[in-house]
Nanobody, 125 residues
Framework: EVQLVESGGGLVQAGGSLRLSCAAS????????IGWFRRAPGKEREGVSC????????YYADSVKGRFTISWDNAKNTVFLQMNSLKPEDTAVYYC??????????????????WGQGTQVTVSS
C-alpha cells in the first residue's frame, strides 16, 4: 500500500524554524516528483515547493523563497521541508505529495497521485 506520512509540525514563534518530514512506504522516492503544499484556514491550497528526485531540480513559491528548503534522503526514503524565518502567514496544514515520474516536477496539485494526511504548522506572532 502506498502511503505518505508527514511529521514535524507544531507551534513555533515567528522567526523560528521547523523541519517537516514526509516518509514513504509502499514505494521509494527514486525518480519521483515531490511536492509540498499548504492550506491555511479560509484559503486555497497553495504550492510551496517541489523537486525532482531524478536530478535534484527544485522550485519554490515566491512566498517562501530563501526561507524554505526542500530535500530528499534516499537512504531514509524521506523528503524534508526545512522552514526557517517562519512568519504567522506560514500557518497552515502542510501536505506532501508525490508523482511516480522521473525528471519532472510541478507545483500543480492536481497532477499529484499520492498525498499525505497533513501536519499542522502554527506560527505565533
Amino acid at each position: 500500500e502506498v502511503q505518505l506520512v508527514e511529521s514535524g509540525g507544531g507551534l513555533v514563534q515567528a522567526g523560528g524554524s521547523l523541519r517537516l518530514s514526509c516518509a514513504a512506504s509502499g514505494f521509494t522516492f527514486d525518480d519521483h516528483a515531490i511536492g509540498w503544499f499548504r492550506r491555511a484556514p479560509g484559503k486555497e491550497r497553495e504550492g510551496v515547493s517541489c523537486m525532482s528526485t531524478s536530478d535534484g531540480s527544485t522550485y519554490y513559491a515566491d512566498s517562501v523563497k530563501g526561507r524554505f528548503t526542500i530535500s530528499w534522503d534516499n537512504a531514509k526514503n524521506t523528503v524534508f521541508l526545512q522552514m526557517n524565518s517562519l512568519k504567522p502567514e506560514d500557518t497552515a496544514v502542510y501536505y506532501c505529495a508525490a508523482i511516480p515520474r522521473g525528471y519532472y516536477y510541478t507545483i500543480e496539485p492536481w497532477e499529484y497521485d499520492y498525498w499525505g494526511q497533513g501536519t499542522q504548522v502554527t506560527v505565533s506572532s
